[in-house]
């Protein structure tokens, strides 16, 4: 059985022409929230705790959380989007007070490191690589190197080292989490004007499978690989996370079947009966010191007219375009790489027992970013059918183009697609697979080619409307990660409530 | 034309020379393998002896019904009896398990390779009657057929047994006997009729020989992995397990996954170990819990103790504890233990059954497999031993065999060290299980209201445990390690543990 869905585009694409019916209802609320991803429901969280509960949320889907939501079959839950939580900094008092909140950290222990819940720190082994026909522990390539490749990865890690622990002369660290609290230190900024690539080329990398590692991480994170992703972007991957905040094991994960829908089920608590699902906000402006907000029910077929005092676009900026004036010139700035998710449920999930299934599972040079396997977080002996997902990001030059190809194909394609690049690794796939549901995500995440994270168009972006409107979304960071819409959604409730500013 | 004449009288007795001590060679190979494989050493050889040279007389009888081109069918013979020879014993490795009349192709294979050799050597003296003297030639011939035989009786058990093994031997021979094939093919190739033909048939049989011995090794390991040297009476795969129950004099044993579970001769050690110092140790007793354990055994010995009023025992594998609850065999180990009223079977997953059990226990024993993968090594982390704490019942005792502290010390204290997170009282103690080797394991009690040295009750008629807790919680230098990590699911580093510590003795 084969299934193809994903994110609405078909609904999103009528804000070209915006042939909504007229509002037939009005609805008045002092905080209004636009998207229900992390950033959206991270501001509700923020405002529950200051104390404010007259808010609502809007959303397009019918479901809350964005990139972190879920799907779910017979067998198990699995991820439609973001799919783990690094170890937090120590620094990011925030996110551990959420993570205390929700009872993934326990307790502090003597030494003041923080106890995480055993059950939803990956399990081991969490990671495995297949490379030249073996798989072995761990994604960086090891088993099989030349004596050469070795010591560039070694060079390599040392340099991430030292960026890890650098600060600048404004005693910041070179590269921080969120992206905004980083120095700004001038030389190391530079960074963000070349790719990836070139700063490898520069300081005289040549081997293969590092270059290959690096490309991987990048797509990882930023869904553009190391050729078109910024160089102080593919930096911050390695460098921006301390692993400060355990004794051993610091560069482990916290992750759960369901990926990071579970966080967002944890935020969610906030918006309970202050939601509205199946919205598409069509029109934002300012008239008469209020804030209108237009908003098509995908249900009823209606409009509505919100009336707000404050609004919060935790919506991406390649929507906004369409609901505010005067946005389209830096928009066309922010790039949106498409991804590709597909969870296959299958009999049986054999392979060469080189080393035992992993929670992630990367195979060195395939199209593909390899497959997570959505039930090694349960304490079972056994599992009638295995539940993977497969991940794919659609790195390229022209994103826009590859765009328009990939919703050309249909679910056949992408199924052989998807297959094919599995039976590197697993030959027999296609006899084992009983179900595989595809799901695409046109504009997956923001990707911070080079110029982008430190240039004009993101600046202009986030700055508020007449202290009326105000932006929270991680493509404001220009990286998509759970961290960075989190505080996103923190800062915005903080400028509304004291007026305060943060510069970057 | 005399000089030519000489070296063809040599090469045939050299050729003589070479069958007997093959013959020979194929003989004791026949005779070693029948007393190895079937036991009753004087019998078998004196069996095998009496038929090879029975057949030997049958070959020698037959020799006179040939005539012609008897070069040819010399050197024919000679390719065969390297080949049967030399392949016999690999074959009779093979067919020993799977094949009921295996007497009856080991004394074929002897008869035929007599029957050969018999052939030969009347085959021979027809060939140079004409060219040597009578006199001369009987001489000659049994005088190199006589050394060969004492050459080989010498070789076999000093040299050839030890270096190359019996399949080893035996191939080797093989291949010399078809050189000697391959030889005369090329030096008489004017004497012979259609040479070339004999060529391929004795470099391909050379060849096929070449090639077995080659793999010798691997068709003996393969082959004796077969051989449990104990008579299989039951085995059954079901979803989780394969189970293998063998029978031996008045030994049975029980393999899951080729593991040894038990050994009937000696399991009441490891059972009284496993069950009594936790229920003389435990506050009461009244409501007991086993994880693991399908056998019934420790819940035989738990049964012992008057004041038990439940047992709930959790195995995944239904077909297990089935098994234990229909098998004839089986219900008289566990005195029928598993069909005891006061007994609740749940075939369910343990740590999910833990997790969501409302229940509290006196007592509880886990007797779940080694560790030896990163499934099983979740049953011996921090969060499952914090969740078996949930379900006891204060100053409740706890006992988990916990592998070899002497095979594996690092495993064995890896998962104490991990109970004493949990636990206030927790200590560990060893017991010698003849089967098994010297085994260990890991007891905690949830408070401080008893310890290990109390007897809070006993049962009578025990073999091994004479409820002396101090005496069992000695260790000596070879069964301890420090500098241990705490197992949790995100580490596992008991399955690493158990990896390295039993991959190194296998």
Redesign the interface.
């Known amino acids: 059985m084969i299934r193809l869905s994903g994110t609405k585009h078909l609904l999103g694409h009528r804000l070209w022409i915006k042939d909504f019916p007229e509002p037939s209802k009005q609805i008045e609320i002092p905080y209004l929230i636009v998207g229900g991803g992390i950033s959206g429901l991270s501001a509700a969280r923020q405002f529950h705790k200051k104390g404010i509960t007259d808010f609502l949320v809007i959303e397009l889907e019918n479901h809350l959380g964005g990139n972190s939501s879920n799907g779910e079959n017979k067998y198990s839950k699995y991820p439609l989007g973001a799919h783990y939580l690094p170890l937090p900094n120590k620094n990011d008092k925030e996110l551990l007070q959420f993570l205390e909140e929700e009872k993934i950290i326990l307790e502090y222990d003597s030494q003041g490191y923080p106890v995480f819940d ?2 939803q ?6 990671e495995r690589l297949f490379y030249r026909n073996n798989w072995q522990e761990g994604v960086v390539p090891k088993e099989g190197n030349s004596t050469l490749d070795n010591l560039e990865f070694q060079k390599f890690f040392q340099k991430m080292d030292v960026f890890r622990k650098a600060k600048g002369a404004d005693e910041k660290y070179l590269f921080d989490i969120p992206l905004y609290l980083s120095s700004s230190d001038e030389e190391t900024r530079a960074l963000d004007k070349i790719t990836m690539k070139q700063w490898f080329e520069e300081h005289h990398f040549s081997s293969v499978p590092l270059f290959n590692y690096i490309d991987y991480c990048c797509k990882d994170d930023f869904g553009l690989g190391i050729d078109y992703v910024s160089a102080w972007a593919g930096i911050h991957y390695f460098a921006g996370r301390k692993q400060d905040i355990a004794a051993e ?1 610091n560069d ?1 994960v916290l992750t759960w079947p369901e990926g990071n829908a579970k966080l967002a089920h944890h935020l969610q608590k906030y918006t309970t009966d202050k939601t509205l699902k199946n919205h598409l906000v069509y029109e934002v402006k300012i008239e008469n010191d209020k804030v209108i907000a237009k908003a098509f029910d995908d249900v009823s077929k209606t409009s509505v007219e919100i009336i707000a005092d404050k609004v919060i676009m935790s919506s991406p900026q390649f929507v906004n375009q369409y609901l505010l004036k005067d946005r389209k010139g830096f928009t066309k700035e922010f790039q949106y790489t498409p991804w590709l998710l597909a969870t296959l449920t299958v009999s049986d999930l054999e392979d060469n027992y080189s080393f ?1 299934l992993a929670w992630d599972n990367v195979i060195y040079d395939a199209k593909g970013l390899g497959y997570v396997y959505d039930q090694h977080q349960t ?4 599992q009638d059918k295995k539940v993977i997902t497969y991940y794919h990001s659609f790195s390229s030059g022209d994103l826009k183009k590859i765009r328009k190809e990939i919703y050309k194909r249909d679910q056949e394609y992408w199924k052989q697609f998807v297959l094919n690049d599995l039976k590197i690794a697993h030959p027999d796939i296609e006899e084992v697979t009983e179900e595989i549901e595809i799901f695409l995500l046109g504009h997956g995440m923001i990707s911070p080619a080079p110029g982008f994270i430190f240039g004009e168009a993101k600046q202009k972006a986030k700055q508020n409307i007449a202290q009326k409107i105000y932006f929270a979304h991680s493509d404001l960071s220009g990286i998509s990660i759970f961290e960075e819409a989190f505080h996103q959604g923190i800062n915005a409730v903080n400028q509304i409530l004291d007026g305060t500013t943060l510069d970057s | 034309m005399g000089k030519k004449f000489l070296r063809f009288e040599f090469l045939l007795l050299f050729a003589v020379f070479i069958i007997a001590t093959c013959g020979l060679i194929y003989e004791l190979v026949a005779g070693t393998l029948a007393s190895y494989l079937l036991g009753d050493s004087v019998k078998q050889f004196s069996f095998i002896i009496g038929v090879y040279l029975f057949s030997m007389g049958i070959g020698s009888f037959f020799s006179k019904f040939f005539h012609k081109n008897l070069l040819n069918t010399f050197v024919e013979i000679e390719i065969l009896v390297g080949l049967i020879g030399g392949l016999s014993s690999v074959i009779l490795f093979l067919l020993f398990e799977s094949v009921g009349s295996f007497q009856f192709i080991l004394y074929l294979f002897v008869f035929v390779t007599g029957f050969l050799v018999g052939l030969e050597i009347p085959l021979l003296m027809n060939i140079l009657k004409d060219r040597v003297e009578f006199k001369d030639l009987v001489s000659n011939v049994f005088t190199f057929d006589y050394i060969g035989a004492l050459l080989a009786s010498i070789l076999f058990p000093l040299v050839l047994v030890p270096k190359l093994g019996i399949m080893g031997t035996s191939l080797f021979f093989g291949m010399i006997n078809v050189s000697i094939a391959i030889a005369l093919c090329f030096i008489l190739k004017t004497e012979l009729k259609k040479a070339y033909i004999l060529k391929t048939k004795a470099i391909f049989s050379f060849l096929l020989l070449l090639v077995v011995f080659i793999f010798s090794d691997a068709i003996l390991a393969y082959s004796e992995g077969k051989l449990y040297g104990e008579n299989i009476i039951y085995t059954n795969s079901t ?2 397990q394969r189970i293998v129950l063998t029978h031996n004099k008045s030994d049975y044993r029980l393999y899951l996954n080729n593991n040894l579970q038990f050994s009937s001769a000696d399991e009441y050690r490891y059972h009284e170990a496993l069950v009594h110092p936790v229920m003389s140790i435990s506050k009461s007793v009244k409501n007991v819990l086993v994880l693991g354990g399908g056998d019934g055994l420790a819940v035989r010995e738990i049964l012992k103790y008057k004041d038990v009023e439940k047992v709930t025992l959790v195995d ?1 594998d239904e077909g297990m504890t089935k098994l234990f609850k229909t098998n004839k065999v089986l219900t008289d180990f566990n005195k029928n233990s598993l069909n005891n009223s006061k007994v609740i079977v749940v075939n369910t ?1 343990a ?2 059954w833990a ?1 969501n059990c409302k229940e509290q226990f006196d007592a509880v024993i886990i007797d779940f497999p080694d560790p030896s ?7 011996y ?3 499952f031993y914090q969740t078996i704490k949930t379900i006891l019942k204060p100053d409740a005792a706890l006992v988990i065999q916990t592998t070899s502290p002497y095979f594996a010390p690092k495993s064995f204290w890896c998962i104490n060290k991990t109970v004493m997170q949990v636990f206030p009282q927790v200590d560990a103690y060893h017991a010698y299980v003849p089967s098994f080797g010297e085994w260990g394991y890991t007891i905690a009690i949830n408070g401080f209201g008893t310890t290990f040295n109390t007897v809070n009750r006993k049962a009578e008629k025990l073999r091994f445990y004479n409820y002396q807790f101090d005496r069992f919680n000695y260790f000596t230098n070879d069964m301890i390690s420090n500098q241990i990590e705490i197992n ?6 008991l ?1 690493r543990y158990f990896d390295e510590e039993w991959g190194k003795l296998q």
């Open positions: 055993e059950l720190l990956t399990f081991a082994p969490d094991k482990s035992p304490l079972q002996q056994v | 979803p989780y995944l997953d740590y999910i997790k993968n990163y499934s099983l090594g979740k049953l982390s921090l969060n949790r699911l995100d580490n596992q580093i399955v």
